[in-house]
């Protein structure tokens, strides 16, 4: 779990990083319905910063067997959903807009397992 830890704090040090280089760096250079999706990539990064934090300490409490997929998949949704909305964002790569559901789908199916996996165990 002290690497979900370490994930979990990197994730949150780029969303605050991210998020003043967005608010600083490119209101001038970016649209406003690009910085949009800069900013819902930015949210979603420190929410499941803030996730992979929580089940990482859950770790503590409860069998870590019944952790690691759902820390996995959140760990690859957050990567994929914020990672190419970041990059639609700023390069204007529209077609990764098909990739994006994927991560969002992973972040669902991560806290539904998280959920039922510590009904099942606590």
Known sequence: MKGYLIIASLFAALAILFGAFGSHALKERLSAQSLEVYDIATRYLMFHALGIFLIALLGFQQPKES?????????????VFSGSLYLIAMLDFKKLG?????????????????????????
């Open 67 to 79: 952790l690691e997929i759902p820390v996995i998949m959140m760990i690859g949704g957050t990567s």
């Open 98 to 122: 098909m990739v994006t559901p994927i991560g969002g789908l992973l972040l669902i199916v991560s806290w539904l397992l998280l959920a039922y996996n510590t009904y099942k165990t606590l």
